[in-house]
């Protein structure tokens, strides 16, 4: 008798059972880069190849055309960002600054309000946070939040991952076929909470892509992430392996 595993993880990385909540996860990571948060993450991206090298710049843009964002990486396909990422405002007035150094917050952050205010002067070494001060929009300062929140399932990693597992019907046909593999669907969950926009970034077969879609959708009552204090969009991607044992 064949007995069925479906196993999941986000972001392609397995969960430890020490990180009960995702921010826990990434903070034991390393990761504080707002990559993948904000209203950019529906945005047109342009890249830009640095020739004889793996980097390169993104760029994306509003649906105006106007620039939202530029982004220069030393390696575009392992993601790690080299030099300064900067964020405007519609109107062209700038929104944030963020220095990397090989992937690694190093140096300065700043955010500031669309009149162009200084909103958070955070300073970093090496990743970490050494030194921060935030205003409100009047110029008096305030507590800082954490810059980069992800949004958290209700109950935590283990949660979610039972969530998964149970709620996930292999298909018959792909059994008997022995199709399985990986599944890789990327979604947003929104500034309310609510998974939107999930779609197929890597399929096996229709009725596994269709199934991996039906679990994503079905996973409700996530707390919003939240970027310099505001709730935010964050795209993630799960990746939802189906194997026969």
Do not use: H
Not at 13 to 32: D, E, I
């Amino acid at each position: 008798m064949k007995v069925l595993s479906v196993v999941a993880g986000l972001l392609g990385v397995a969960f430890s059972a020490q990180a009960q909540t995702l921010n826990a996860y990434f903070k034991a990571q390393g990761k504080n880069d707002d990559l993948g948060l904000g209203a950019g993450v529906l945005f047109r991206p342009d890249t830009i190849r640095t020739a004889g090298t793996a980097g390169g710049t993104v760029v994306k843009y509003f649906p105006s055309g106007k620039k939202y964002e530029e982004i220069p990486f030393a390696n575009l396909r392992k993601g790690e960002v080299q030099g300064t990422q900067t964020r405007w405002f519609e109107s062209g007035q700038v929104q944030a600054t963020e220095d990397y150094t090989a992937g690694k917050r190093q140096g300065r952050l700043l955010t500031f309000y669309a009149d162009g205010t200084a909103r958070r002067r955070e300073q970093y070494q090496n990743g970490v946070s050494t030194k921060q001060e935030c205003l409100a929009a009047d110029g008096k300062p305030v507590s800082c939040a954490d810059y980069v929140v992800f949004p958290e399932y209700p109950g935590g990693l283990m949660t979610l991952l039972t969530q998964i597992q149970t709620s996930t019907r292999y298909p018959r046909q792909q059994i008997r076929q022995g199709i399985q593999g990986k599944v890789l669907v990327d979604f947003i969950i929104d500034k309310t909470g609510a998974v939107t926009s999930a779609r197929i970034k890597q399929g096996l077969s229709v009725p596994l892509d269709e199934e991996a879609l039906r679990v994503v959708n079905s996973l409700k009552g996530w707390t919003p992430g939240r970027l310099d204090g505001e709730p935010a969009d964050v795209l993630f991607t799960l990746p939802v392996t189906f194997a026969i044992r």
